[in-house]
């Protein structure tokens, strides 16, 4: 039998349909599988994200929001309901893994935060977040991907 290489996209493929399997079996999350891309090396909900926002180029230098800049990069930055949907959408489909909580909390820690991902917060009712619907004081915030 010839040793055959597997694509990052049939691996990623694999591994949905695997978690699926599981999730109907009541399997629970923490022994399911977690996303991998053998073309970068990437692996975890923490690449996964990274990925997201350099995909959706949501990527710009950290301390930049603080620039003439500011416009530009909340326009190109995700929401976190965002980042969770591309979560659902490129891998979780399917299945109980990474669930919204999940990423909500990884997010919002500060040594991921730091490292690799930077989080703009919207100034509020006269300012970026203004068109929001009437009720929703609490300014929204954004997501990007500091470039490396």
């Known amino acids: 039998m010839q040793n055959e290489i597997i694509s ?43 990925e997201i926002l350099k995909e959706n180029g949501s990527q710009f230098n950290a301390g930049s929001e603080s620039t003439a800049m500011r416009a530009t990069i909340i326009a190109g930055s995700m929401f976190s309901a965002d980042i969770i949907q591309a979560v659902q959408e490129k891998f979780s489909s399917g299945s109980t893994r990474y669930p919204a909580e999940s990423i909500r909390v990884l997010l919002s820690t500060p040594k991921f935060m730091q490292n690799r991902i930077v989080k703009i917060k919207q100034y509020g009712k006269n300012g970026e977040d203004k068109n929001r619907p009437a009720g929703n004081c609490k300014p929204r915030a954004k997501w990007y991907l500091k470039n490396s």
Do not use: K, R
């Open 8 to 50: 990052s996209q049939d691996l990623t493929q694999n591994l949905q349909d695997l978690n699926g399997i599981i999730t109907s079996e009541s399997v629970h999350p923490i022994f399911q599988n977690h996303y991998v891309n053998v073309d970068n090396g990437s692996n975890g909900l923490a690449d996964l994200i990274c």
